[in-house]
Every structure is written in C-alpha cells, then in structure tokens.
C-alpha cells in the first residue's frame, strides 16, 4: 500500500537476518507502529542506503560491522548535519560514538573491525553481554531520562563492544552528553542536546515487543520526533 507523502518514514539500516532475535523485536516494533508512520528495512549494501532524503528518522540497527560500514557512515553525518531524527541500538550507538569521534577529530577506530588497532573508540568489553540484562541508570536532566524515568531499568543486551572510558571525553567534545551507564557496560547511552532527536543506546529497547505488543518509551519518543520533523521537511 502506498503511503501518503504526508505521512511519517522511518528507515531501519542494517543487514536484517530473522534469525537475530533482535531483528525479529525490530519487526515486531514497526508492526506496532501507527498507520501513518511508514517504516522499511534499508541494507547496508543496497543502494537506498545512500539515498535518505524524504526520510523522518533513521534507526541504526544492530548487527555491525555492517556490510557497507561506509553507507552506515555517511548516513550518521547526514543526520547530524541535517537535523534528522536518529536512533541507535548497539552497533548503532558504536557508530554513533564513532561519528562523533571524528567530530572530535579522533581517528574512529573499531576494535571489531580493527583488533591490531591501538587506541580504539570503540573497545572490546571485559565482560561481553551477549543476551545478557544489566540494570540502566539514566543521567538526570537528559532526554533518556524524561523519557524513560529517572529511576534504573533493565535493559536486554548482546554486544561485546562499547565506547572505552577513555573515550568518554572524546564524544564529549563532539557536544555529546553521557546520557546513562550500566555496570559492565560503562557508558550505555549517549545523546546530543540541540539536535532535534540524536540518542544512542548499547541495550536494545525493542527487545520485549514481541511479548508485550507495546513499544519502548524511547522508541515512542523517537517516532513522535520523527513526526516533528515532517512538518520542517515540508517547509
């Protein structure tokens, strides 16, 4: 069915794999999405992955490294620069740390991708979390915490990667704020203020729809901020 040019598009980026529990919660997630919010999976290596305008919010999945990590790039720029709606979840928020390293003019160095590499941004975990849940502590005064409480959560992971602590400054400088951490984890959230919606997460918020049939208070955020920014599309 086609959708109105006045609705609401979200792109999901990532390599979709149904055998991933966390890209079948994804699918689940969109499903409960409103009608006229039009969302689709976009791959890496496809040649929509390039070509995002028209789009009202960009979810970085999970499932890095990516096929086509430099698609995944350009699109993170894009979204800085352009004032998208943005969203990452696990490989999305070490991509996102990564944008922003660059920002801070840090060679945004993966360890996943490059071991030998010293110095990476994105370390290996002493502790991998692979279908693992830590309890989340949102930084007071962020969007993470208007949106999904003050107090501690849990939050499902399966990363064995994150922003080492050395890093920490590094997005900071970029205009990030640590926007939660979790034990083990380190930082578990990152965001940036005066962005419209720019908020990256190592726990994976969908996780749990496919149960529940409800949406994550951050995913609703990051719909209605996808929303918000058809008007200014528009314009």
Do not use: K
């Amino acid at each position: 069915m086609r959708v109105p040019e006045s609705s609401t598009t979200i792109v999901v980026l990532g390599d979709r794999d149904e055998r991933h529990l966390t890209h079948r919660e994804i699918d689940a997630t969109l499903a409960l999405l409103p009608a006229d919010v039009g969302a689709r999976w976009v791959r890496t290596d496809g040649e929509d992955a390039v070509a995002l305008n028209g789009v009202d919010g960009l979810w970085l999945a999970p499932g890095g490294p990516y096929a086509r990590d430099s698609a995944v790039d350009a699109a993170v720029e894009r979204c800085l620069d352009h004032g998208t709606p943005f969203l990452g979840t696990c490989s999305g928020f070490q991509y996102a740390c990564l944008a922003l390293a660059r920002r801070a003019g840090v060679r945004a160095v993966h360890a996943e991708v490059d071991p030998s590499a010293t110095g990476a941004v994105i370390g290996q975990l002493a502790c991998s979390l692979y279908g693992e849940e830590r309890v989340v502590t949102p930084s007071p005064g962020t969007t993470l915490a208007a949106t999904c409480g003050a107090d501690p959560f849990v939050g499902f992971h399966y990363c064995g990667y994150g922003l080492a602590q050395q890093h920490e400054r590094t997005v900071e400088r970029a205009g990030a704020v640590i926007a939660a951490r979790a034990p083990d984890m380190g930082v578990e959230a990152i965001e940036l203020p005066g962005h419209p919606f720019f908020v990256a997460t190592a726990f994976q918020p969908q996780v749990g729809a496919g149960v529940t049939g409800r949406m994550h208070p951050l995913l609703d955020a990051f719909v209605r901020a996808a929303a918000g920014h058809v008007s200014r599309r528009q314009a």
